[in-house]
C-alpha cells in the first residue's frame, strides 16, 4: 500500500549512493523504477550484493516522456552542478508533468565534513562545513575540559613539580618548552610542554622530531615516552586555547607546509586542538610524512562529522589505556 515509483535522474556516484538508500531501506515506500542519464544510456547499475540491476532506461529527455506515460510518482534530480543548463531545461519540462521533483544537491563534490540544511529567513542554506560544537555542546564540552584539567592538575602537582626540578637539572635551558601553534580558528597560541630536547626551535627553524632524534636528552625520551612532557598542556586547556580532545596541533611551519598539499588541512582548526584525539587513538602518531598526515587529517574530520561529548569520554578513557604503551610515541 502506498508505494510510490521513482526515477533518478543522474547515473553518477551521486544518483547511485540516492537509489542504494531507496533499494535497503523499502520501509519508506518507494520502488525505483530505474536511471536516466545522457551520458549512459543502455548500462545497467549494480546497486546490491545480490546482483540486482537497474537500467539506464534512457537520456534526460526519455525521462519526461516516460514520466508524461508512465505517470510516475517522484524524480529525483542527481545531476553533477557542471549540468546547469542540462538541468534547466529538465526541470522546465517536468513542469508540464504531474510527477513530485527532488533537486538532490551534488555537495558531496566539495564537503569534507557533514553538510546540513538551513535557511536564512526563507533562503534555503547548505553548510558544506561547519563545527558541530556550538551552543549547548560547546558548554558542555568546555565544562568537560575545565573540570577534567583542574582535577588533573590537583593530582599531578607533586609529579609536575619532580619533572619541572629533573629537567632544569639534567641539562640547561628553560623547564617549560613553549613553542607557537595553529588553534580555533586558525589563531596562534602558544603551546606547553615540558622541555624534552636540547633546542628550543620556533619559526622557520622548526625540525620534526624523528626516531631516535640526538636533539632528545635521556630524561626528555623518558618523558615523550610516556607523554609526561605534555601534562603542561593542561594548562593550555584551562586557558581555553586547547581542549582534551581534538585534532593534535602542529608546529605553524609544519601546518604551513601540508595545508599547501592536502586539501581541506585546515578544516581541523574548526575546534579547538586537543591532547589527544580520534587519530591518535586509532594508531596515527609518530613522524609527520604525508601519507600519515593524510590519515591523521581523515580522522580529524570523521572527529568533527561525528563528535558527540560520549566520543570525547570514550576518547580520554582509551587514551589513559595508551598513554604508557604507546609504540609511536617517542
Known sequence: MNIRTVLIAGAGDLGQRLAKNIVENPWMG?????????????ESIELDQAGKTYPVAGGLDDMVQFVKQQHADMVYLALPLRAEKRLKEVIQQLQDTTASVYFVPDVFTFSLMKAQVSDLRGIPLISLWESPIFGINSWLKR??????????LVLFFPIMLLIALVVQLSSPGPIIFKQRRYGLDGQE??????????????????????????????????????????????????QGTMSIVGPRPHPITLNEFYRNRIPGFMLRHKIRPGLTGWAQINGFRGEPDLPNMEKRLGYDLQYLENWTLWLDVKIIFQTALLVFRDPKAF
Request: charged fraction near 25%.
Open 189 to 238: 597560541f602558544s603551546i606547553y610542554k615540558f622541555r624534552t630536547m636540547t633546542v628550543c626551535e620556533e619559526g622557520s627553524d622548526v625540525v620534526a622530531v624523528t626516531r631516535c632524534d640526538p636533539r632528545v636528552t635521556p630524561f626528555g625520551a623518558f618523558l615523550r615516552r610516556t607523554s609526561l612532557d605534555e601534562l603542561p598542556q593542561f594548562i593550555n586547556v584551562l
Open 30 to 42: 518507494l520502488r525505483l523504477l530505474g536511471f536516466f542519464d545522457d551520458r549512459r544510456v543502455g
Open 143 to 152: 565544562l568537560l575540559d575545565i573540570g577534567l584539567s583542574s582535577l588533573i
